[in-house]
């Protein structure tokens, strides 16, 4: 079992950044890839980017490249994503997720199998 929380949401401001923190405890692995995926009302899971464990390979939603960067620190078991030039389309419950995938399957939300609560992210315009 793997948990996940999440921090770091926020209301803020077009332009803006924001960074958001997703702690991992219990069995993680080095075979895991971690994403993370947004959410808004009445929509599915919208991938957003996703790195591997244990190689740090990286992978992005068209959407978000160049904004956006995922990054893991292995010692401390977090992920981190970072925001910049923030839209009002980026607002959204972002989720942390961890599971095992191949590079083929990372932006499928069926991939995962551990999913964390989400951290609200408002950007305003």
């Known amino acids: 079992q793997v948990q996940l929380v999440e921090s770091g949401g926020r209301l803020v401001q077009a332009g803006g950044s924001l960074r958001l923190t997703c702690a991992a405890s219990g069995r993680t692995s080095s075979t895991y890839v971690a994403g993370w995926f947004r959410q808004t009302a009445g929509k599915e899971h919208e991938f957003v980017a996703a790195i591997s464990w244990g190689g740090g390979r990286t992978y992005y939603a068209d959407s978000v490249k160049g904004r956006f960067t995922i990054s893991r620190d292995k010692a401390r078991n977090m992920v981190y994503l970072q925001m910049n030039s923030l839209k009002p389309e980026d607002t959204a419950v972002y989720h942390c997720?961890?599971?095992?995938?191949?590079?083929?399957?990372?932006?499928?939300?069926?991939?995962?199998?551990?999913w964390g609560q989400g951290t609200q992210v408002t950007v305003s315009s």
């Open positions: 997720a961890a599971g095992r995938t191949s590079a083929q399957g990372v932006s499928a939300r069926d991939a995962y199998s551990y």
